[in-house]
């Protein structure tokens, strides 16, 4: 039982490039997230998606995109990386009515 | 819009000593409660929850929280703390009763539980 699954698990990149974060649940879950863990910050919700084919912003959506490919994948795409990306990035997942998530092991992403 | 705070970045405790971490919330609207767990480098791992019913919530690993609603809290306690506990520690809040696909979790700053020897 996979759960979330992320890649990739570390990225570098320079300023300006372009990238994107990979999450693929296995739960049959509705809803999917993308948040970034930065530190004495806890979590910020990035975007949402709250059933296939729909995406909503959350709290920090400057500077990124998300495409809700299927019901099991949702990825993050940085289109011009800025060093103030820098971060952690953590997908999860939960199920319809159910409040709780399931999150995937994150993705360390540097920007030089 | 509801909000958490967590007002301690670092606890440190001595093995097999008792602990509490603090957690205060916001809302105007009843809530759902969460404590979630991050292990180092790790991904964050639910710990316990309030959803209703009785106000003293258990969890795994030996953990459990209160809900005190007259004081808007939900802390986490552990009568006694092992090595493995060395984490850090999320509180997370959402609204009760929202419409389907909007249960978005809002969390505090977190608190790093250092377990001494």
């Known amino acids: 039982n996979a759960g979330v699954t992320q890649t990739p698990k570390f990225q570098v990149l320079k300023t300006g490039q372009s990238m994107t974060l990979q999450c693929a649940q296995d739960?049959?879950?509705?809803?999917m997230y993308w948040y970034r863990q930065d530190p004495g910050m806890g979590l910020r919700l990035i975007y949402y998606s709250a059933s296939e084919g729909t995406t909503d912003k959350g709290e920090v959506p400057n500077g990124y995109n998300v495409s809700r490919l299927n019901k099991r994948e949702f990825s993050l795409r940085l289109e011009s990386a800025a060093p103030s990306q820098t971060s952690v990035y953590f997908c999860?997942?939960?199920?319809?009515?159910?409040?709780?998530?399931?999150f995937g092991s994150g993705t360390r992403l540097t920007v030089v | 819009a509801q909000s958490v705070t967590q007002l301690d970045s670092q606890v440190p405790v001595f093995e097999e000593a008792p602990v509490e971490l603090r957690c205060n919330y916001s809302?105007?609207?009843?809530?759902?409660l969460f404590w979630y767990v991050q292990y180092p480098n790790q991904g964050l791992q639910l710990l316990l929850k309030y959803l209703s019913g009785s106000t003293l919530v258990k969890g795994i690993n030996g953990f459990e929280a209160e809900f005190n609603k007259s004081q808007t809290s939900f802390h986490l306690r552990k009568p006694s703390v092992h090595i493995s506990d060395t984490a850090e520690y999320f509180c997370a809040v959402t609204l009760s009763g929202i419409n389907f696909g909007n249960e978005k979790l809002t969390f505090g700053t977190g608190t790093r539980l250092t377990i001494i020897p």
């Open positions: 809302s105007s609207v009843s809530v759902y």
């Open positions: 999860a997942s939960s199920e319809a009515l159910r409040m709780w998530y399931t």
């Open positions: 739960m049959n879950h509705n809803s």
